[in-house]
């Protein structure tokens, strides 16, 4: 009797030898790295490892040029796809220091990334019991709805924003780069609940933490933990090299 071939699932994103420079100075060289759907990855590393590099150069940031290797996402060469086109395809990338737009109510730019994700113009009526929803599970008086982007924001009040997009777009893939820098336990603590509400309503949605610290990630459990250090990705293993990081620097993680 013949057995049925096993059917092996594509990772989501899988990254082949990246090499990445910014004008003349080479950041990140030969960085590999697969996520499955479902999966949480963290991306641990000292400063100027290339982490947010690698982040922005998968949201196609103009400010680094690929110099060799591939990056395919749910079957697509990523490399040829313009930021617009990365985000339609699922991708979400929380920033570290969001811009600051005055005049651009957050009501309307929530609603205005939601109908590129969907790929309907949803009504303000309609929309607003989404927005609504997403703002408390983000921890937002709804007063923000009405306020320009980030203009006066502090520092907690942007990064709960970048979660609300998050919450507003449902991505297939989410990049945290530095989410819970300088955040209160309180707010780290809420940051994780709306990161994980998603994960449970979309649980083939992958996320890929960036992250200095520990802390955060006994909130949001990794299935594996990646260090990066200068332009390269030097050890893999699973949630336990946290602890090795902790206990011993980056340099004995190993």
């Keep these: 009797m013949l057995k049925k071939a096993s059917i092996i699932l594509a990772p989501m994103l899988e990254i082949t030898n990246l090499s990445v420079k910014s004008e003349d100075k080479l ?57 617009e086109q990365r985000a339609n395809l699922g991708i979400f990338l929380s920033f570290q220091h969001p811009l600051e737009i005055p005049g651009l109510n957050v009501a309307s730019f929530l609603r205005m990334i939601y109908n590129r994700r969907v790929g309907q113009n949803t009504l303000p009526v309609k929309f607003k019991p989404i927005l609504e929803e997403k703002m408390t599970l ?17 520092g907690g009040e942007k990064k709960r924003m970048e979660i609300l997009q998050m919450l507003v777009l449902e991505p297939d893939l989410v990049i945290l780069d530095e989410v819970d820098s300088g955040l209160d336990v309180d707010a780290l603590k809420d940051i994780a609940k709306a990161v994980m509400y998603l994960k449970e309503k979309k649980p083939q949605t992958a996320i890929l933490l960036i992250t200095h610290y520990a802390r955060i990630l006994n909130l949001i459990k990794p ?28 340099n004995n993680g190993k």
């Excluded at 293993?237 to 980056?250: A, M, Q, W």
């Design 27 to 83: 950041i990140l060289s030969s960085v590999n790295l697969k996520v499955e759907s479902g999966t949480v990855h963290a991306l641990m590393g000292p400063n100027g490892s290339g982490k947010s590099t690698l982040a922005q150069t998968l949201a196609g940031s103009p400010a680094f040029t690929v110099t060799a290797g591939s990056i395919v996402f749910k079957g697509e060469d990523l490399l040829i796809k313009s930021p």
């Design 138 to 154: 983000a921890h937002m008086a709804p007063e923000f709805a009405q306020r320009y982007l980030n203009d006066g924001f502090s």
């Design 223 to 250: 299935d594996l933990v990646h260090i990066m250090q200068k332009g390269a990705i030097t050890t893999s293993g699973d949630s336990s090299l946290v602890h090795t990081i902790e206990t011993s620097g980056f």
